[in-house]
């Protein structure tokens, strides 16, 4: 892998490079170029730095340790502020499996997913197609259900590899500890995508926005995301505003069916909307609401039973700041 040049709109160098990328890594494993994946993810445009790409594996090769694994988190972050990683370890009748993720993310989030790459590493032994299931299925419910700008990039990667080295019984998804290993991967790639919203360029707020009541799943959906991706409503969220107007606008404008006097909304436990119209609240309760570090917003259309969520941040002067170049 490598940050801070996309390898992205570079023609057939581009190509001629990543597959270059593979065969020296091949080369120092003594496999085949086609078993190495290759993940590149930061600016659009610019040619791969061979010289420095060549030089970086022959360093890495010669580091590799069971205790070096997580530098790999801090080696490719760019505006990240932090490294993401996380371990879980679970027992299958005695034997212990573990889980480990690293991610590195911070601006153009939004799914499919965005200028991110994840990892996530497991010992157990698991069928090919009950991992990749896993690994579809838990995504859509971590990584595809979060949003910092609302923009997408050319480059994102989920990568989950398993080596069996745990000695448990193949896992399948229909055996007993399926759920558990499910479950467990979820969490871990939840954690991780909730660590990239957390450090998103410029936020200092992590909200939540849960939509029932639509139409149908999908229309939920549309619903969540507009509200989250709204800027009018991350810069509210900023100046600790709860300007619950600018949510029923994006309800409205969203592909969603809506009837304005059916929608509710609440800040945390705080009624904002009933019906459509404001809910009689003194102003300081909601205030005290959108100045915390984190919180959610509901939002009931009270038209049929779809449902949804999505996670996002607030957007302040910093992220102008690291964008404007």
């Known amino acids: 892998m490598n940050s801070g040049v996309a390898n992205a709109c570079t023609g057939a160098q581009?190509?001629?490079?990543?597959?270059?990328?593979?065969?020296?890594?091949?080369?120092?494993?003594?496999?085949?170029?086609?078993?190495?994946?290759?993940?590149?993810?930061?600016?659009?445009g610019k040619p791969l730095p061979m010289d420095k790409i060549a030089g970086g594996i022959e360093l890495l090769f010669d580091d590799l340790s069971p205790e070096n694994g997580m530098d790999a988190a801090e080696a490719m972050m760019t505006t990240d502020l932090v490294s993401k990683t996380i371990s879980v370890e679970i027992d299958l009748d005695g034997t212990p499996v573990r889980i480990t993720g690293l991610a590195k993310g911070s601006g153009m989030i939004e799914p499919n997913m965005a200028t991110?790459?994840?990892?996530?590493?497991?010992?157990?032994?698991?069928?090919?197609?009950?991992?990749?299931?896993?690994?579809?299925?838990?995504?859509?419910?971590?990584?595809?259900?979060i949003t910092v700008d609302g923009d997408r990039s050319t480059n994102d990667t989920v990568i989950c590899l398993a080596n069996g080295q745990a000695g448990n019984e193949r896992i399948t998804q229909d055996s007993k500890h399926w759920n558990l290993?499910?479950?467990?991967?979820?969490?871990?790639?939840?954690?991780l995508s909730m660590m990239i919203v957390k450090d998103g360029e410029g936020a200092t707020k992590v909200i939540t926005v849960r939509v029932i009541g639509a139409a149908s799943n999908g229309e939920a959906e549309e619903a969540a995301r507009a509200v989250a991706n709204s800027m009018l409503n991350k810069t509210a969220w900023a100046g600790k505003r709860p300007?619950?107007?600018?949510?029923?606008?994006?309800?409205?404008?969203?592909?969603?069916?809506?009837?304005?006097?059916?929608?509710?909304?609440t800040?945390?436990?705080v009624p904002a909307v009933r019906s459509g119209t404001a809910y009689d609240v003194p102003e300081e309760e909601l205030i005290a609401v959108v100045s915390?570090?984190?919180?959610?917003?509901?939002?009931?259309?009270?038209?049929?039973?779809?449902?949804?969520?999505?996670?996002t941040c607030n957007c302040t002067e910093e992220y102008v700041r690291i964008n404007i170049e």
């Not at 619950?244 to 909304?265: C, K, L, N, P």
């Open 116 to 145: 991110m790459l994840a990892f996530i590493l497991t010992d157990a032994a698991v069928e090919k197609h009950a991992l990749q299931c896993g690994l579809r299925g838990a995504a859509d419910m971590s990584f595809n259900r």
């Open 14 to 44: 581009g190509m001629a490079d990543a597959e270059a990328m593979a065969a020296l890594a091949a080369g120092k494993l003594s496999i085949q170029p086609l078993d190495v994946f290759v993940c590149s993810t930061g600016t659009i």
């Open 181 to 191: 290993f499910f479950q467990t991967l979820k969490k871990v790639m939840f954690e």
């Open 267 to 269: 800040y945390d436990a």
């Open 243 to 265: 300007n619950w107007g600018r949510i029923m606008d994006a309800i409205g404008y969203s592909y969603a069916q809506v009837q304005e006097d059916r929608v509710d909304i």
């Open 292 to 311: 915390k570090e984190a919180f959610a917003i509901h939002i009931n259309l009270n038209l049929g039973n779809g449902e949804a969520v999505v996670y």
